[in-house]
């Protein structure tokens, strides 16, 4: 796939953005760049003109939904098509937003006439990296980034005297039973026990290179996303690969070859 300014790639080929009559909002790999994020979802939160990005869950590793033009439905599938390097996918989980060189959301129902009904909620078009852009050079990078985690604000819960007189105006708690427990006096602020400030990580290396006979890029990409839950019961571990390669073999013979490589624990 070839990306050219002010051109779009569609299902069938490439089209000027000026010729496209459908609805678009275009993401570039710039846009994506520190974001705090590894999920390639929630970095394209705020950067799209009608489209919502939703989170079920602050677990660490837990995906998120795309919505194009709202998320008013009676439908429980009403996400938008995925297409990742032309392929169809049931999620971009395993896609960091370093590894993105651009996202299209079509979010007219004219895309329904390329994609077909599955195409009803939107398309998203996802295009990795590739060495196109590194022509006649080799590059070679690495980011780092590191984030803190930690509730907004302390808890608010009773301490072990406003506990107790508690339990005794409700009838459940009294002195005998705290006699029986052998309670000594200790106060805990169970909020400090539960949770505590977590630091996360994401590490990208890779190599890019292009020339007239051909182009690669290669990324490996670590994500190590720690809750805010005391211990490592919320633990998100990723490992990635991301491997984008064409070849002219012959003028008439060009050999492409995209691969995606995930290992992921949570």
Do not use: C
Not at 218 to 227: D, L, M, R, T
């Amino acid at each position: 796939n070839e990306f050219i300014e002010e051109t779009v790639v569609i299902g069938y080929g490439v089209q000027k953005k000026s010729d496209l009559t459908g609805s678009v909002a275009s993401v570039r790999s710039e846009d994506l760049q520190n974001r705090s994020t590894g999920n390639a979802a929630l970095a394209l939160q705020g950067k799209a003109a009608g489209v919502t990005v939703l989170n079920s869950s602050g677990a660490p590793g837990s995906g998120s939904d795309i919505r194009v033009r709202g998320y008013s439905s009676n439908s429980g599938s009403i996400g938008p098509l995925l297409i990742v390097d032309g392929l169809k996918v049931d999620n971009i989980q395993y896609l960091d937003p370093e590894m993105i060189e651009s996202m299209e959301v079509l979010k007219d129902a004219a895309s329904a006439a390329i994609y077909g009904a599955q195409a009803g909620n939107g398309v998203v078009l996802i295009t990795t990296k590739t060495g196109a852009s590194s022509k006649g050079s080799g590059r070679v990078f690495y980011n780092n980034q590191f984030s803190l985690s930690s509730l907004a604000r302390p808890l608010k819960v009773m301490n072990a005297d406003q506990y107790i007189a508690f339990g005794k105006d409700y009838g459940w708690l009294s002195d005998s039973m705290l006699q029986s427990i052998n309670y000594n006096g200790e106060d805990v602020n169970w909020g400090n026990e539960v949770f505590e400030p977590t630091w996360n990580s994401r590490h990208t290396v890779g190599f890019q290179a292009g020339s007239d006979r051909g182009n690669i890029f290669i990324s490996i990409n670590n994500v190590n996303n720690n809750g805010i839950f005391a211990g490592d019961k919320d633990l998100y571990k990723r490992l990635s690969l991301q491997v984008n390669a064409d070849f002219k073999i012959k003028p008439w013979l060009q050999v492409v070859t995209n691969n995606s490589i995930e290992k992921y624990s949570s």
